[in-house]
């Protein structure tokens, strides 16, 4: 019996010595800084009440559409996205499945970026502009002609290209670079940190030029424009909130917040035709990160460990609308939509339905939209 419980004790401690060495003498690029979130709002009551609204959604293209984080309404009628495999589809949201494959959607291929898409947008011109994690930013043709546009502002290279919207004339492209420090590989590490990483940047189709807009942004992501064109909106998704950078008028060139405190991680944004946002919110806030972001330390350790660990991400689908004056006027959950699909990435209104990408997730979701409008990009 003394062999035996010398083994159960061997058993329990070895867990605990090994994590115990990694903290001591493991290494990380990860230096946290210490800061204070907004307090998390109620998910019992409130605009972010609970609900299940995304339960009945349609969820589609599990076989084939892979992880296809953002969808753009083309000049076309048709929906355009890109995958995990670099590749960039297009697919007619009147026929989205094979009848002999239900899960299956048909698409045609439109090119390669040889990298990883996310966010994309068409340019008046009809070609898509297209923000890759790893390439930069791109302009993609419909003959899948791949062009880089750009892949660094002010000397400094992009390291994870997020999400781009392009101005009514054409002239501008604004897009985020979420971490200079961190690649989409190492996405909670940078949330881990809290440094200063993003930036919001403003590409001159006439020109050529890059200039950074914002700098020192917690993971700067999703970004669009308003209806008038007066101002780019950009998530600042490690600090739960949107930020407003005004184009015209006397704030021109300055920066405030639109919406504070959210419940979670918001990802893509798109403008509606009314001129409302469509927030992604991927994953709810995580209590315990909460609680340790007066702990660098402590989060310094945690970032060691998840050389050996995966951060754990809870299920959950959701989707906000917010107006202009930073009111929430749609709030749509469900654990899982459709019963399968969650981790939403971007949300975009479309023809009277609103569709659901995801960057981990295979498929779209789609449910009609209570909003009822249609898209301006």
């Known amino acids: 019996m003394r062999a035996l419980g010398k083994v159960l004790i061997a058993v329990v401690l070895l867990p605990v010595v090994v994590i115990g060495g990694v903290v001591v003498f493991g290494s990380t690029p990860v230096e946290p800084v210490a800061w204070k979130p907004a307090p998390m709002p109620s998910l019992s009551s409130g605009p972010y009440a609970s609900n299940s609204l995304l339960q009945d959604a349609q969820v589609f293209g599990t076989y084939n559409l892979l992880q296809p984080e953002s969808i753009a309404p083309g000049p076309d009628g048709l929906l355009y996205t890109g995958m995990n495999t670099g590749e ?187 001129g409302n946002y469509w927030v992604a919110v991927p994953s709810l806030r995580d209590p315990l990160l909460d609680s340790l972001a007066d702990k660098p330390a402590v989060r310094k350790a945690m970032a060691k460990l998840l050389n050996y660990v995966q951060f754990p991400i809870k299920p959950k689908a959701m989707a906000l609308a917010i107006n202009p004056q930073g009111t929430v006027i749609a709030n749509l959950q469900a654990e899982k939509a459709g019963a399968y699909y969650y981790y939403v990435t971007q949300v975009t209104p479309f023809d009277g339905k609103l569709y659901f990408g995801s960057v981990h997730i295979n498929g779209v979701a789609t449910i009609s939209n209570p909003l009822g409008q249609s898209p301006i990009e």
Do not use: C
């Open 88 to 274: 960039i589809v297009r697919f007619d949201p009147a026929k989205l499945q094979v009848p002999e494959s239900p899960q299956t959607t048909p698409f045609d291929l439109i090119g390669n970026t040889k990298g990883r898409p996310l966010g994309l947008v068409f340019h008046p011109e009809g070609y898509l502009v297209v923000a890759d994690a790893i390439k930069g930013l791109l302009k993609v043709t419909m003959q899948g002609e791949v062009t880089v546009l750009s892949t660094e502002s002010e000397g400094v290279p992009f390291k994870f290209v997020d999400d781009v919207a392009v101005s009514a004339d054409g002239r501008f492209a604004y897009f985020s670079d979420a971490s200079s420090k961190f690649d989409l590989n190492s996405y909670v590490l940078d949330v881990l940190e809290h440094g200063p990483n993003g930036r919001l940047l403003q590409y001159d189709f006439q020109t050529g030029e890059t200039k950074t807009l914002l700098s020192g942004l917690q993971f700067a992501n999703g970004v669009t424009i308003s209806k008038a064109g007066d101002y780019v909106l950009v998530n600042e998704t490690g600090e739960y909130r949107i930020l407003r950078y005004w184009l015209q008028g006397e704030k021109a060139g300055t920066s405030d917040v639109l919406i504070d405190g959210l419940p979670g991680f918001p990802d893509n944004i798109r403008t509606d035709a009314d």
